[in-house]
């Protein structure tokens, strides 16, 4: 495990969690010069796409499901990305994986899982009704 995610739990519909992703162990310090992604699994389904980050910081992209809710952010030297959660429901009741890549255009997307070298161990969110 190279990443460590962070910030799940129990929540109410309605409400927020700020998830965050920190390079863990020796394989590197910083996301600098890598782009992170944060993807999800809910039970009996294929873990997917939530929310990314270019290389470069300069692009960002957001599953259709959660756009307008979810911001993903890094501080100015990349040693977090965070994904704040606002206005949660129950069908984002997921584990929630954060992913980092060398690979791609610098300004560009990686929203496929093979594109990604590097996985945290997920961290639980449970958004009740």
């Known amino acids: 495990v190279q990443l460590q995610a962070s910030g799940g739990g129990l929540v109410q519909a309605g409400g927020s969690l700020r998830l965050s992703c920190e390079p863990s162990?020796?394989?590197?310090?910083?996301?600098?010069?890598?782009?992170v992604g944060w993807f999800r699994q809910a039970p009996g389904k294929e873990r997917e796409f939530v929310a990314g980050?270019?290389?470069?910081?300069?692009?960002?992209s957001y599953a259709d499901s959660v756009k307008g809710r979810f911001t993903i952010s890094t501080d100015a030297a990349k040693s977090t990305v965070n994904l704040q959660m606002n206005r949660l429901n129950p069908e984002d009741t997921a584990v929630y994986y954060c992913?980092?890549?060398?690979?791609?255009?610098?300004?560009?997307?990686?929203?496929?899982?093979?594109?990604?070298?590097?996985w945290g161990q997920g961290t639980l969110v449970t958004v009740s009704s």
């Open positions: 992913a980092a890549t060398a690979r791609g255009p610098y300004n560009s997307i990686n929203k496929r899982l093979v594109d990604y070298q590097f």
């Open positions: 162990g020796l394989t590197f310090r910083s996301f600098s010069d890598y782009g």
């Open positions: 980050m270019s290389r470069s910081t300069r692009a960002y």
